[in-house]
């Protein structure tokens, strides 16, 4: 027989996610986001418009004042882009040399952090749990720490007790793609297993059961059952990765250098803010092409990184 309590306690349980709806569905909710998206977007709207308005206006007034004297050009991206002049940005070959650096850079350690999940979520053997502990751990090592040894393990390899276990890389030109690839995929494995492995483990032991009784191998299993489950969370992660490398400076300027070969264009970015600081007209054009790259990749993938983000936050 149900008793008073718990029928409070039920209905209370019924409530409390509605309330929750209807105070952030809500007039004044609604205004409030809108107020901070239009706060959250008026710094990328000023600085394409300041991208897109001639030179002498950019250097004398503020990009507000452009609806009162609207002019536009697309000189400044042909410049920055484009551009043969030492005065001129040249970042044309700097954001071919981004996409170089940031697709392997997401594939990789998306595909090792998926396998590396799986396994420590659905593949039993002794210290899986430990692994795991550690896995988690890693998360906390700052990436600073481990520049030094990585850049001595690229130049001078692996020496143990005298004896040379692994040669240096000696990765020259643009070689030094693969320096950088692994070192962001060393540093993201802890977070991407970690992401993972709580979605996967989440997923019901009686599917994995019947389709091992079925017949599928685990790799069956990954392909056609796991992956499909767990979709959102690797777009999640995929963003994430992709943000990060994308606006990366110091593991690019350590690992591939500041040339032209192998340089993003983080790297060209700040030599213009140190050597060009004045040329505002160039700074903004080449900002902004910086940004709606990412901008693009967020925007499209944008309701997978939601379900991401939500996916396993409410059961039943």
Request: hydrophobic share 50%; with cysteine; glycine share 8%.
């Amino acid at each position: 027989m149900t008793t008073l309590t718990e029928t409070v306690a039920r209905t209370r349980a019924v409530t409390a996610p509605q309330r929750v709806r209807r105070r952030l569905t809500s007039r004044v909710a609604s205004a409030v986001a809108i107020v901070i998206a239009v706060l959250w977007t008026t710094p990328t709207f000023g600085l394409l418009l300041s991208s897109l308005r001639p030179e002498d206006q950019i250097k004398s007034t503020g990009w507000w004042t452009f609806f009162s004297d609207p002019q536009l050009t697309l000189e400044n991206y042909q410049e920055v882009l484009f551009g043969t002049s030492s005065s001129s940005g040249q970042m044309m070959s700097f954001l071919i040399n981004s996409i170089v650096i940031t697709i392997p850079s997401v594939l990789l350690p998306l595909a090792l952090s998926t396998f590396a999940a799986y396994a420590l979520a659905w593949l039993p053997f002794r210290g899986r749990e430990w692994i795991y502990i550690g896995v988690f751990a890693l998360q906390i090592v700052p990436l600073q720490m481990a520049l030094v040894p990585l850049l001595s393990f690229f130049s001078q390899g692996v020496e143990v007790f005298g004896l040379q276990v692994l040669p240096g890389w000696e990765l020259e030109g643009s070689a030094r793609f693969v320096q950088v690839w692994f070192a962001h995929t060393c540093f993201a494995l802890p977070l991407g297993i970690f992401l993972i492995h709580n979605f996967m483990a989440e997923l019901p032991g009686d599917l994995m059961e019947a389709a091992r009784v079925d017949g599928a191998t685990h790799g069956t299993i990954l392909r056609k059952l796991v992956l499909p489950l767990v979709g959102p969370a690797l777009a999640t992660f995929g963003i994430f990765q992709f943000l990060w490398v994308w606006n990366d400076l110091l593991v690019a300027l350590i690992f591939a250098g500041g040339t032209a070969e192998t340089a993003p264009m983080t790297v060209r970015l700040a030599q213009m803010a140190g050597t060009k600081g004045n040329e505002w007209q160039r700074l903004t054009s080449g900002a902004f092409v910086s940004v709606v790259i990412p901008l693009a990749v967020f925007l499209s993938m944008q309701r997978y990184f939601v379900r991401g983000l939500l996916a396993g936050s409410v059961k039943g």
